[in-house]
């Protein structure tokens, strides 16, 4: 029998790191790959052996992966995975194809196996530092609320953030600390010259529909893919997609934590080409708090109690992010 290591995995039922029981010597030889329609994908089954998870039920269109700390759920034909009841926008649908249900080999690489095995993500970077990045700003007001604009709910939300990861020990730098106007590339240039970082850019939501409500998450869509909201597939490789693993391990980690915290609407960890991401050379997301135009989350944001929630809900999910890493090396 392979010898199996502990390596640590996110829980996102709790937003905590603990200790899960996957198979650590398994490699790329270990992947039986399918080719259909120019791309490649591995089997239900395949995942099923190779992460070791104690339990894989089919039923119908649905696909079970069960382990004592974790849950992840496939559907044929669906764009979006759950794992511990966290909503994941994949890259490409889940296919059918001889009773098998097939993922993309790009979202195993680039979603999954960071997900599932963050000790093994290559890249991994020591940081001490947050950069926190305000969104908007000046006379860019960013979404009209019902109750107020984004641009100041972001900033007192980073602010708030500001405070509560420095009494946790870390440094922080603010891509902007008061009603000052930055470009896109501005903020990236203040995150790359940070070192020993990693970057969160704060937002809060609007819609032309009042019922539109939720969180999300993005990190930078992997090269060759489409963006979750649509667009055109992107070939290029872009600076931060040197970081791929780390943004989506992030990614995970803020956005699970507050699932669990506040109990919000789930909209799901995305994927997409934001400019403030494509030139990031350190991890990096992007955290939509809510919607300002639905009538019950704009209550809640415009609620400074909930905008401290939030920032302590991120704040939380850095420090496990910072554990998981240090507890690899």
């Known amino acids: 029998m392979p010898r199996v290591i502990y390596a640590f995995a996110l829980s996102f039922l709790t937003g905590v790191l603990l200790l899960t029981t996957f198979i650590g010597s398994s490699q790329a030889k270990d992947w039986e790959i399918y080719r259909l329609g120019g791309r490649d994908y591995v089997s239900d089954e395949n995942v099923a052996k190779f992460y070791r998870f104690h339990g894989f039920t089919k039923e119908e269109k649905d696909r079970l992966f069960s382990h004592p700390a974790l849950v992840m759920t496939w559907t044929i034909g669906s764009q979006a995975i759950y794992v511990n009841e966290t909503k994941f926008n994949l890259s490409f649908p889940v296919i059918e194809s001889g009773g098998r249900a097939l993922l993309s080999t790009v979202d195993l690489a680039k979603l999954v196996d960071p997900v599932l095995r963050p000790s093994q993500i290559k890249k991994f970077i020591s940081f001490n530092t947050i950069v926190i990045d305000a969104g ?3 006379h860019d007001s960013g979404a009209k609320g019902i109750q107020g604009h984004e641009k100041d709910y972001a900033l007192d939300t980073a602010n708030r953030l500001k405070k509560a990861l420095e009494a946790k020990g870390f440094k922080t ?3 902007r600390s008061n009603d000052t106007f930055l470009t896109l590339g501005q903020r990236v240039d203040i995150a790359n010259r940070t070192r020993n970082a990693i970057f969160v850019s704060l937002h809060y939501n609007a819609s032309g529909s009042r019922t539109a409500q939720g969180i999300e998450t993005y990190a930078l869509a992997p090269q060759g893919t489409r963006s979750t909201n649509g667009g ?5 490789l872009l600076s931060g997609n040197e970081r791929d693993a780390e943004n989506i391990a992030l990614a995970t980690a803020v956005h699970a934590h507050i699932i669990n915290e506040l109990s919000p609407i789930d909209r799901g960890i995305k994927r997409a080409r934001f400019n403030v991401l494509r030139g990031i050379n350190k991890p990096a997301i992007l955290f939509e708090g ?8 704009s209550k809640l944001v415009h609620d400074p109690a909930h905008r401290q929630k939030i920032a302590d809900s991120i704040c939380n999910a850095v420090v496990n992010f910072k554990n998981a890493i240090s507890s690899k090396r």
Request: no cysteine; hydrophobic share 25%; charged share 5%.
């Open 290 to 297: 809510g919607f300002i135009t639905n009538p019950t989350e």
């Open 136 to 138: 908007h700003g000046g």
């Open 173 to 175: 730098v603010m891509t």
């Open 232 to 236: 055109n597939p992107w070939n290029s």
